[in-house]
T-cell receptor, first 112, second 117 residues
């Protein structure tokens, strides 16, 4: 079955460093991947979408890559700030439908 | 634009009672709305897809008679958890797409924390 996997261990980094989060997918080839931010007790907030024919996409301090060979997307936050601390979710369309499947998310902690 | 609200933000109820959760798109018409459930430290799991004016489509394993969904207008969908039990305690989140369901972006509500005693 189609799966999206993210590292369940929290990522703990120092303020100012670059955070890199990983999303791996198996058993399918998504046309795109999405990244969301979720704060405790809140719904996800859309950040970026990258299509399979795009290698990289940027938005301010955020950068997402899509490697169809490795079946992986990397999500980078440069010059990280404590306010970036949250859980980041990777999601993709499920098979050919419009439904989304989500990874379990990776919690990012940025220390001041 | 593209704001989705949910009401209530949290609810505590006794076992056996029913709880209704509302999902509204505030500044756009949502042809399709989705209902998710999220347990602590787990992924969002899709429960059902709701289209305005038609019956909801439920995911495998989700009881349609227990989780009643009504999408009465282009801006409102409701989820009613009937005869709630402690195992129904979870974080319920709705989302909506603007226009056709095939659009890539879903706009999520802030979620509703349900606790069943």
């Amino acid at each position: 079955s189609q799966k999206i996997e993210q590292n369940s261990e929290a990522l703990n980094i120092q303020e100012g460093k670059t955070a890199t989060l990983t999303c791996n997918y198996t058993n399918y080839s998504p046309a795109y991947l999405q990244w969301y931010r979720q704060d405790p007790g809140r719904g996800p907030v859309f950040l970026l979408l990258i299509r399979e024919n795009e290698k990289e996409k940027r938005k301010e301090r955020l950068k997402v890559t899509f490697d169809t060979t490795l079946k992986q997307s990397l999500f980078h936050i440069t010059a990280s700030q404590p306010a970036d601390s949250a859980t980041y979710l990777c999601a993709s369309r499920r098979d050919s439908s419009y439904k989304l499947i989500f990874g379990s998310g990776t919690r990012l902690l940025v220390r001041p | 634009g593209a704001v989705v609200s949910q009401h209530p933000s949290w609810v505590i109820c006794k076992s056996g009672t029913s709880v209704k959760i509302e999902c509204r798109s505030l500044d756009f018409q949502a042809t399709t709305m989705f209902w998710y459930r999220q347990f602590p430290k787990q992924s969002l799991m899709l429960m059902a897809t709701s289209n305005e004016g038609s019956k909801a489509t439920y995911e495998q394993g989700v009881e349609k008679d227990k989780f009643l969904i009504n999408h009465a207008s282009l801006t409102l969908s409701t989820l009613t958890v009937t005869s709630a039990h402690p195992e129904d305690s979870s974080f319920y989140i709705c989302s909506a797409t603007r226009g056709l369901a095939g659009n890539n972006e879903q706009f999520f509500g802030p979620g509703t924390r349900l606790t069943v005693l």
